[in-house]
Nanobody, 123 residues
Framework: QVQLVESGGGLVQAGGSLRLSCAAS????????MGWFRQAPGKEREFVAC????????YYADSVKGRFTISRDNAKNTVYLQMNSLKPEDTGVYFC????????????????WGQGTQVTVAS
C-alpha cells in the first residue's frame, strides 16, 4: 500500500501562485508514475500533470502547459505542483495519485489517491 497526503491548497487571486505538495509513504518503491488531477464541481476528474518517479519525465495537460510545473524529490518521497498565473478555471479539488506502471492521462490507471486539497482562484 501507498499513502498519499496533499497539502498547499488555498484561496488565491487570479494571476497568483500556489505550490501543492504530495507526500508519499508506505511501499513507495512500487511507484512508477506520480500524477496530479483536479475536479471542479459538477465536472469529471481531469489530468493536470504527471512525472515518472525515477526518471523525471514530465507531461502536462494543454490547459496548464507553461503555467504549472511538476517535480519530485525522491529523498523526501514528495511530489510538487508549482502553479503560476492561476486562472479562475483552475479552481477545483486537486488530487495526487500514484501508478505502478508508466501511464499518463487516465485516472483509471492510477492505483493510489490522496484525499485532495481545495484550490480556489478568485477573479
Amino acid at each position: 500500500q501507498v499513502q498519499l497526503v496533499e497539502s498547499g491548497g488555498g484561496l488565491v487571486q487570479a494571476g497568483g501562485s500556489l505550490r501543492l505538495s504530495c507526500a508519499a509513504s508506505g511501499r513507495t518503491f512500487s511507484i512508477y508514475t506520480m500524477g496530479w488531477f483536479r475536479q471542479a464541481p459538477g465536472k469529471e476528474r481531469e489530468f493536470v500533470a504527471c512525472v515518472s518517479w525515477s526518471g523525471g519525465s514530465t507531461y502536462y495537460a494543454d490547459s496548464v502547459k507553461g503555467r504549472f510545473t511538476i517535480s519530485r524529490d525522491n529523498a523526501k518521497n514528495t511530489v510538487y505542483l508549482q502553479m503560476n498565473s492561476l486562472k479562475p478555471e483552475d479552481t477545483g479539488v486537486y488530487f495526487c495519485a500514484a501508478a505502478r506502471s508508466r501511464t499518463y492521462y487516465s485516472p483509471a490507471e492510477y492505483t493510489y489517491w490522496g484525499q485532495g486539497t481545495q484550490v480556489t482562484v478568485a477573479s
